[in-house]
């Protein structure tokens, strides 16, 4: 295949938007998951803990 | 189990690092891509000329002074832009501009097609104090163009390093650039004459700030200033064909 | 501060200063006929400074292992400290270049105080001077908090902070002296432009370093704004910043590219600043800041995630929607546009985030300036980014391009979103870290607050009358189908519209004023009362703990 500007335009035309659906589905997969639910929730109260101190 | 532990946090992590450069980068990457391959559909410029060493000296002064955060040098292909400035801008007019200097903003007017359109005087006359010419205008003086000497012994070092970046500068005109800015703006002098014949006999050939004797940075930035828009007809004819 | 390193942290740092010092030597030699020298002397200075900060201290101390269990927060305050200068250095040009559209002879006919060296010194000086600093500051606190995890080590930290106020030395002073690439934001020179790369691989290396160790199983979303901030600016920066340099004892450098793919690289670069410098950066400062503040968790933390993806995949598309109407390809273009109204929605999802945090806290808002600001911000970020979509719709950046207009936008979003984030955040931050229980004047940040308010408003309603009344007048036909207006006739009527964006800009500059009073204060009241308890506290135990320390 030659590499010359009509095709990579197609390129970018066609695969360019696969790419964003492909994108924006493994995203709300990922965020949506239920058992994901736990972990953003234990992450999100995280940060409004007191103690100033690195973990151990 | 500790350690097994520890190598997959660690690992999270890259993988992270690696989803993010490859979400953000493939975009910009489809999109600029094709751009490279451009220059087998833009529109041809056979007459297309390279700058002379004295306005790509006076390009630089004007990217040195920051003339691009108000003066724009792109025509777009609205109506009123091409009855206001002349015949829109093509790809292939700033091919040789490294780099571009379309600009972002309009505080004083588009000069594409600034070339040609005033006298030298004039030029001279507005850098020096812009108030003297346009009663109105807001643009600042630049009165030390006119009083410092233009710096030529390195131009030649200039015109080699855009021939790296794909200028077609040829070894004449970069062994003669010094003697080529000389000649530019000493019409009587003995290097005029060199500087029609490596760059064609349509190139300004003047005492641009007045002073023949001296080359001050006003001689190198109005030699600029009288070039823009004439590297090549193409827009014109391209403009006068359609008019057909 | 230099008490606080090791040893051979000490060692480290002189071994690099040395090694920068020899490097502005080298500058200065070979570029002794060019501009480049003076910035070869400017490095040495910076260098021959590090070694004698460091020799200054050299033989105090080792500092105890007890410092492990605690947070490095140095950087953090000298960050602090360096953006509020920046702060008010940036918007002081920012004041003076407003003000010469309306005066134009404020120059003194200096060839540096001209507009266009100018204009630079203001972009550069708050977006990275300020801008940037902060970021810094806030990332280094932000990542150490939500990893639960001590920054690797004591020197890197500085080296980032440090090297890249060189940068911005370097930067600032070039433009006055004539050296700028040309390419807006990102103007420095390629020497300059090598630097930043090197200081910022280090400033990842911290971060992916800290990541690593983290004691928290799940890397909180701020910590992704502020990673997307760092790795997707190293690729802008690397990409848009190829060039050939006439001489390696030259300033002045060729960019690689040139006409239309230079346009589409310089404003592929210039969009995603926007949207990875001045956004996802500023974005990870209210994840955290804001609920920290509030005293409630983000409102979704699942809609932070889905935005953030939204945001770093969308915006790479958008920055041909600064070339409308161009020589560029008309394909490239649409996609540019369509991408830019899409990204409405992360955009919007964002910042809908943050008000419905606020949901149910509202007396806070009203009471707390500092929340009020993040307020603010948030809104601001919401319109400005609905207005950017707005505005990359082709027939509208066809009246919108060139004009005021888009200086307008630029601040709703600078002042309004990223100034207002940035001051909410360092009023909350600098309590903590000076330890004490509030900033030195609350009735100062309500002053602050509305002098902010005042400002950007003025600011960006001056520039939205100016740009719409430019762009109608440039179009505008009369009966016989010509054009009505000179362009003379259409820079006159922005003459009151230029000073009153001057007025607007002065109110904001005395805000930051205001702001960098407060926290100077703020940081000896600090100090006074540390040196109170210090005496009433520990006496004897001062000596003895010092003599303790070998054996540790």
């Known amino acids: 295949m030659e590499f010359d500007y009509h095709s990579l335009v197609g390129f970018a035309k066609s695969w360019g938007l696969f790419y964003l659906i492909a994108l924006a589905i493994g995203v709300l997969i990922y965020a949506l998951w239920p058992s994901n639910r736990a972990r953003f929730d234990r992450a999100k109260k995280s940060i409004l803990d007191k103690d100033d101190r690195p973990g151990d | 189990m500790r350690e097994f532990f520890h190598r997959r946090l660690e690992r999270s992590a890259i993988g992270f690092v690696l989803a993010i450069i490859g979400v953000s980068a493939i975009g910009g990457f489809v999109e600029i891509a094709p751009l490279f391959t451009i220059n087998e559909t833009v529109e041809k410029a056979p007459d297309m000329r390279v700058y002379t060493p004295l306005e790509l000296a006076g390009r630089n002064i004007y990217i040195r002074e920051g003339c691009y955060a108000c003066h724009s040098q792109m025509i777009r292909t609205l109506r009123d832009e091409v009855e206001r400035y002349g015949p829109y801008s093509l790809?292939?007019?700033?091919?040789?501009?490294?780099?571009?200097?379309?600009?972002s903003k309009r505080t004083g007017p588009d000069i594409a097609r600034l070339g040609g359109k005033y006298s030298d005087a004039w030029h001279v006359a507005h850098l020096i104090n812009p108030r003297d010419v346009v009663p109105q205008s807001v643009m600042p003086k630049y009165g030390w163009l006119m009083r410092n000497e233009l710096k030529v012994d390195d131009l030649g070092l200039h015109l080699a390093a855009q021939r790296k970046v794909g200028v077609p500068y040829t070894d004449a005109m970069i062994a003669n650039a010094t003697a080529d800015a000389?000649?530019?703006?000493s019409p009587d002098g003995p290097y005029a004459g060199g500087v029609s014949e490596r760059y064609g006999e349509a190139t300004n050939v003047r005492a641009f700030d007045g002073e023949p004797g001296r080359l001050t940075e006003m001689d190198a930035v109005v030699a600029y200033l009288q070039v823009l828009g004439r590297l090549t007809d193409a827009a014109h004819s391209q403009s006068a064909a359609a008019g057909k | 501060m230099i008490a606080t390193l090791t040893v051979e942290e000490r060692q480290r740092a002189i071994a690099v200063s040395a090694f920068l010092a020899l490097c502005g030597v080298i500058m200065a030699i070979a570029g002794r006929d060019d501009l480049l020298g003076t910035h070869g002397v400017i490095v040495l200075l910076f260098g021959l400074g590090g070694i004698g900060l460091v020799l200054s201290k050299y033989f105090e101390p080792e500092p105890p292992q007890e410092r492990l269990s605690h947070y490095y927060d140095d950087p953090t305050k000298v960050g602090i400290v360096l953006s509020l200068g920046w702060a008010v250095v940036g918007m002081f040009f920012g004041v003076w270049v407003a003000a010469l559209l309306a005066w134009p002879d404020l120059t003194f006919d200096a060839a540096w105080a001209s507009f266009g060296r100018l204009r630079p010194v203001h972009t550069s000086g708050v977006i990275f001077g300020f801008g940037g600093n902060a970021l810094i500051a806030t990332s280094f606190h932000v990542l150490q908090r939500t990893s639960r995890a001590r920054l690797p080590d004591q020197f890197s930290p500085w080296f980032v902070l440090l090297g890249y106020n060189l940068f911005c030395v370097l930067a600032a002073s070039g433009y006055l002296m004539g050296l700028t690439q040309s390419k807006e934001y990102a103007e420095?020179?390629?020497?300059?432009?090598?630097?930043?790369?090197v200081v910022w691989v280090v400033y990842f290396l911290?971060?992916?370093?800290?990541?690593?160790?983290r004691k928290e199983p799940h890397i909180y979303v701020a910590n992704w704004y502020y990673m997307a901030f760092i790795l997707v600016v190293a690729v802008l920066h690397i990409v848009n910043n190829l060039a050939v340099p006439v001489s390696f004892g030259h300033a002045k450098s060729y960019s690689l590219f040139s006409g239309v793919q230079d346009a589409m690289t310089q404003w592929w670069y210039g969009h995603n600043a926007v949207a990875f410098f001045l956004t996802a950066g500023f974005l990870g400062m209210l994840y955290y800041y804001l609920p920290k503040r509030a005293g409630r968790p983000i409102f979704s933390y699942r809609l932070s995630i889905i935005s953030f993806w939204g945001i770093t995949f969308m915006y790479m598309w958008a920055g041909s929607h600064h070339l409308h109407y161009t020589a560029l390809p008309q394909w490239v273009q649409t996609l540019g546009m369509t991408f830019s109204v899409v990204l409405l929605v992360p955009s919007w999802a964002s910042a809908g985030n943050a008000l419905a945090t606020l949901n149910g806290a509202w007396d806070k808002v009203r009471d707390d300036a500092t929340l009020r600001f993040m307020m603010v911000?948030?809104?601001f970020y919401g319109l400005s980014t609905f207005e950017g979509s707005f505005m990359a719709i082709r027939a509208v950046n066809s009246l919108s391009h060139y004009t005021d207009w888009t200086v307008g936008h630029v601040h709703a979003g600078a002042l309004g979103w990223v100034a207002m984030i940035t001051f909410g955040s360092l009023y909350a931050l600098v309590p903590w870290m000076w330890k004490v229980e509030r900033m030195y004047s609350p009735k100062l940040i309500e002053v602050h607050f509305w002098l902010a308010l005042a400002g950007t408003i003025i600011y960006v309603f001056a520039m939205w009358n100016s740009g719409i009344?430019?762009?109608?007048?440039?179009?505008?036909?009369?009966?016989?189908?010509?054009?009505?207006?000179?362009?003379?006739?259409?820079?006159?009527?922005m003459h009151p519209y230029y000073i009153s964006r001057t007025i607007g800009g002065l109110l904001f500059l005395i805000g930051a004023i205001v702001a960098a009073y407060n926290v100077w204060m703020t940081i000896r009241m600090a100090r006074s009362q540390a040196a109170g308890t210090a005496e009433a506290d520990r006496p004897v135990l001062h000596g003895a703990g010092a003599a303790l320390q070998p054996g540790e």
């Open chain 3, 206 to 213: 911290i971060y992916i370093r800290t990541l690593q160790r």
């Open chain 2, 91 to 103: 790809a292939v007019e700033s091919k040789y501009d490294h780099p571009m200097l379309w600009g």
């Open chain 3, 377 to 379: 911000a948030a809104v």
């Open chain 2, 182 to 185: 000389f000649g530019q703006a």
């Open chain 3, 188 to 197: 420095p020179e390629w020497y300059a432009d090598i630097w930043l790369v």
């Open chain 3, 469 to 493: 009344i430019q762009g109608l007048m440039w179009r505008t036909y009369n009966d016989s189908g010509t054009l009505a207006y000179s362009f003379i006739d259409s820079l006159v009527a």
